[in-house]
């Protein structure tokens, strides 16, 4: 049984139940709750038909604090006399104990796979609680720190003397996602990402602009589709030029076009998280396999 198959089977008896009311879900760990959170999020984005409010409670550490917790669970009994929901990552076996007492569908997977990892390791776990998100090695983490650095600075064109450190620079026209990536291509892979925008003098030209040039190996593209193009463009600067059907469509049309001229990989991006943006750019490069290897 893999993770995804055992919460999936313990949530799928949510889809049956046809709920008129919003269903609450608590994320709780005795650690950053990142694990449960991440997990949760996941799953219940299997059930697009159904409606959630979620809250997530990290560093329940004491048997004081479980047991407040478990108080607000119960009451987050709905209208319709639905329990709640609680996906836990609670190591410590006394205060699992306490929050597994509330009246709530209670899902951990630390219960169903850590015995069975014992089982198979020889070893017992140490049952300590946000492990898997400590500093286990501080030049790894100032790595990632000195990324998410980079990335900051050199955002939107704002600094492009320092090019030649970058491991990526993601290039697009104006609010294609260009610097949330990379900021996540920062944080979560230790990438220095840069980005540039695509201007409509850029678009003019056959030729690459002048500061991304010399770096043509590292440039990786970003398009979307036209019409979120103008729907995130209104909101920014509503009935402009600037966020008109025409402009969107024609920006799109040359940034595609200048990738193709010059052979740079791009990604549609008009359906897609930042998460899988990233995810699939680190999968194309192959960066993220280059910088574990070293």
């Known amino acids: 049984m893999n993770i995804t198959s055992y919460f999936s089977d313990n949530l799928s008896i949510m889809a049956d139940m046809n709920l008129a009311n919003t269903r609450l879900v608590f994320f709780l760990s005795n650690g950053t709750a ?16 159904l409606h959630f409010r979620t809250k997530t409670i990290p560093f329940i550490n004491t048997e004081e604090k479980a047991t407040l917790v478990s108080e607000e ?34 899902l951990d997977p630390f219960a169903d796979f ?17 492990v898997s998100h400590r500093i286990a090695n501080p ?35 104006s609010r294609t996602g260009k610097t949330p990536s990379c900021l996540y291509l920062a944080l979560q ?3 220095k990402a840069a980005n540039y925008p695509i201007t409509e003098e850029d678009m003019e030209s056959d030729i690459l602009p002048v ?12 398009t979307t589709d036209a019409h979120r193009l103008v729907n995130i463009r209104q909101e920014r600067r509503p009935n402009s030029r600037y966020s008109s059907m ?27 998280s930042v998460e899988e943006i990233a995810a699939r750019i680190v999968e194309d490069t192959g960066l993220h396999r280059m910088k574990q290897s070293v």
């Open 189 to 191: 892979f230790g990438l």
């Open 73 to 106: 669970i119960n009451r987050g009994i709905n209208e319709q006399d639905e329990l709640p929901i609680v996906i836990a990552t609670m190591a410590d076996p006394n205060l699992k104990k306490i929050i597994s007492q509330s009246k709530a569908l209670i």
């Open 34 to 49: 990142i694990t449960a959170e991440t997990l949760g999020h996941s799953l219940l984005a299997q059930f697009p038909m």
């Open 114 to 130: 850590l015995p069975r990892l014992e089982k198979i390791l020889l070893v017992e776990s140490s049952n300590l609680g946000g």
């Open 246 to 272: 025409e402009q969107c469509r024609f920006e799109i049309r040359a940034a595609e076009e200048m990738y193709h001229r010059h052979n740079i990989h791009y990604l549609n991006t008009t359906t897609m």
């Open 139 to 173: 030049s790894m983490y100032e790595s990632r720190i000195d990324a998410i650095d980079f990335s900051l600075v050199h955002d939107d064109g704002g600094k492009t003397r320092n090019y030649d450190e970058s491991d990526i620079i993601l290039i697009g026209v």
């Open 211 to 222: 500061p991304i040039r010399p770096f043509k190996d590292r440039l990786y593209g970003l």
